[in-house]
């Protein structure tokens, strides 16, 4: 049970269940002097603040069932489950059940209070007729010997129409059902009248009407109050426990030259081998599957030089919502001194981006090693460490002409030939959606498209810089309205808030620009059938 887990909560709950004790009791003390008040008329103004009373016990247990209701949407936004989902959907039920009975209390009050007068002018508190006797039982169908149709009647059908619902939503819980404190009186066996609305409602008077049916409202709360404790235990949550031990080897380099000293940490690591859901590992940004707790990475090397591999955990703690990375870097060489030049890319280098350039100086100084370009002006390159360049260049290459990059020092030599391309078209995106089903309030709530280089090795961004808007109804003709840039014009941004089921949305002729682009290249289109 969550509420077990987290000590600062359950206080609460236990601090909250004494003040409702307290307020049950109260609750009861009250009745009795309503009741009492029934026999004898006089001093009946003191009544008015047992009823200001009683709407502040109200608050507190409106407050109580708010933050249990925090509880469990929290626990299922962290803890996806149908479990979870089916827990925050029956305490959602119950809040509209409460609102709905609550409302229909309130409206009783409210039409005994205009029957007696309305605001008294001598006591904007009070109503006209407070100490009448009669106003509440007429009003409430004493003398009405079906007892259907009157507001007596349906206040018993609305309560064992909200007990019996409690009920389903706690799955009968045994428990729940002995506590639920909502439910209809009993009539005293020595009452000749057996009529429930007719010995509740009888010689009333007005003023202590209120605080009689306040004690139905709280009734309710507090019912709902038992429901949702149920639920909180309902709600399941996702614990890591480290049942698994490996031997790790971290060697201090990755590399090691003849000569040199082979330096690594041993240690034993602890892990888990079920990982929450949540729970991701990535090896340079891409995410890998995650099997009995264990990632495995493995890559053919086809870059020459120091590499770097980047290994990253993230997980959330689902329960407060903070978000963890853990990171760590492996360096290690690849060489071959007959190779010298490598890049991410086999032999193709991309205009309008900086191409990342390696070379593998295994055995030789890096300060030595020489780096030049050839077969096409304006291109450039630059040094960014000891074996990491960055190189320009501006135009593609015709068939059967190459790029040259040499690199060259201590004897060896490595002359590499490229091909130059533009960089690929982007895909169009709705945030991240392509063409498809979607839904109206999910297609309302963008405001813009995307242009994405979908799986390209380099992080790139291109910009969509137009396209059509098309809104093909059902049984109306089509709108079509022309965007410049990727964000919504507000002709746009009307046309998809009409989105309604059976609808279709075309983004056509998209024109987007990417890195290196001197005019505006056409893109994939889009379909969405509004579902």
Known sequence: MILKENSIISKL???YKKEQAFIYCIGFLFLAIILRFKSYGDRLDSIYAIQNSFKNSLQIIDLYNYDIKKVIDKVADGYKSINNESCRLRATKLEYLEKDFNEFIWNIQKNIFDAAGGVSDVDRTKSVNDHDKY??????????PNNTGTKGFELEQRIKEFRAKLIELSDNDSIVIKGVPLNIDQIPSNENNKDRVYNKFRNIPVV?????????AMDAKLSVSLVMEYLTGKV????????????????????VIKGEKFEADIYIASYTSKPPE???????????????????????????????????????????????????????????????VSTDQKDILYIGIDNPIFISPIGIDPNK????????KGASFKKIDFNHYKVKVIEETKEGEYFYITASGKGYSDKKAFIIKHLPDP???LGKLKSGQVRGKDFKSYTHINAILQDFEYDVKCKVTGFNMIRIPQEKQLVKLTNEGSVYNSG???LAKQAIPGDVYCFEKVKARCPGDQTDRNISPMVFNIK
């Open 427 to 429: 895909q169009t995106r």
């Open 369 to 376: 090693v020489k780096l030049n370009i050839s077969g096409q």
């Open 208 to 216: 202590a009407a209120f605080p009689l049916l306040s004690k139905v």
């Open 278 to 340: 949540n729970t991701s590992f990535s090896i340079n940004n891409v995410s890998l599957p995650i099997i009995n707790g264990v990632t495995k990475y493995s890559k053919i090397m086809e870059m020459s030089g120091i590499n770097t591999v980047k290994a990253q955990a993230n997980f959330k703690n689902n329960f407060t919502g903070e978000e963890k990375t853990v990171s760590t870097n492996f360096d290690f060489e690849v060489g071959n001194n007959a190779n010298l």
């Open 13 to 15: 709950i236990n601090l």
């Open 492 to 494: 746009c941004k009307d």
């Open 135 to 144: 106003i509440v039982g007429k009003l409430m169908g004493i003398n009405n």
């Open 236 to 255: 399941k949550t996702n614990k890591i426990v480290f049942d698994k031990y490996a031997v790790c080897i971290a060697p201090r380099s990755g590399s």
